[in-house]
């Protein structure tokens, strides 16, 4: 996770911008919020942030927001009375979560918000780059982009391609430029010297760790048991 947290710190500090791809359950999270802390001490505080994640985890992220960095000062902006959270979001170093529904909802106030990062959560919900979904988040301002998914490609490269084409934009090139020279001949052709120029190509922008390979570092299993009481 440390390694993670240096690797974000240096696409940070030269403006770049990058693919945390780790294995589910190994810290993305917490890198993350390492990140942002970091980048909020370097501003003195005065920074902004947007965590858009799927609705059912945005709970675990203020929890883990509130107890292992409360000085991200979280904001929930979800729900009926939402946009009474846009002048405080305007006027205020917060933190926000918000889901991807809200955010392309939202997108037309919160386009206006200069962002210092901007966190992308299970970002296979950008994989196709003709969603209004897509379109919506490729409109944010802001310094730096994170994506973080442990499954980047589902389907195809061209879900890779989307998710670069929202981090550096033209950094693969075209669609059809793309298309020719590395989904053809490596899905297709099976070409492993093209393979070979991809990977090489967006090696210092993705990060990925598989649970096999960090095994000797991971802590025994420990599970928690949580009851609710279900509304009417």
């Known amino acids: 996770q440390n390694e993670g947290y240096e690797w974000l710190w240096w696409l940070y500090s030269n403006g770049l911008h990058g693919l945390l791809a780790d294995d589910m359950g190994l810290g993305k999270t917490h890198q993350a919020m390492a990140i942002l802390t970091a980048i909020k001490a370097s501003l003195d505080g005065n920074s902004k942030f947007l965590i858009i994640a799927?609705?059912?985890v945005l709970d675990h992220w203020l929890n883990k927001i509130n107890e292992f960095a409360p000085q991200l000062n979280p904001i929930l902006h979800y729900g009926n009375n939402r946009?009474?959270?846009?002048?405080?979001?305007?006027?205020?170093?917060?933190?926000i979560v918000s889901s991807y529904g809200v955010v392309l909802r939202d997108i037309q106030e919160l386009s206006k918000i200069p962002l210092n990062a901007v966190i992308l959560d299970e970002a296979h919900y950008i994989k196709n780059k003709n969603t209004a979904t897509y379109m919506a988040v490729s409109k944010l301002k802001t310094?730096?982009?994170v994506c973080m998914s442990g499954t980047p490609i589902e389907n195809n490269l061209s879900e890779l391609k989307n998710l670069f084409d929202f981090l550096l934009p033209g950094y693969l090139g075209s669609d059809e430029f793309f298309n020719r020279h590395f989904l053809s001949s490596i899905e297709k052709d099976l070409d492993s010297e093209e393979e070979s120029k991809l990977l090489q190509l967006i090696h210092p922008f993705k990060l990925r760790r598989s649970k096999s390979a960090v095994l000797d570092d991971l802590p025994e299993k420990v599970?928690?048991?949580q009851y609710c009481d279900l509304s009417a």
């Open 223 to 225: 599970e928690n048991k």
């Open 54 to 56: 799927p609705t059912t």
């Open 143 to 145: 310094d730096f982009r």
């Open 83 to 95: 946009l009474e959270n846009l002048d405080i979001l305007k006027n205020e170093n917060r933190t």
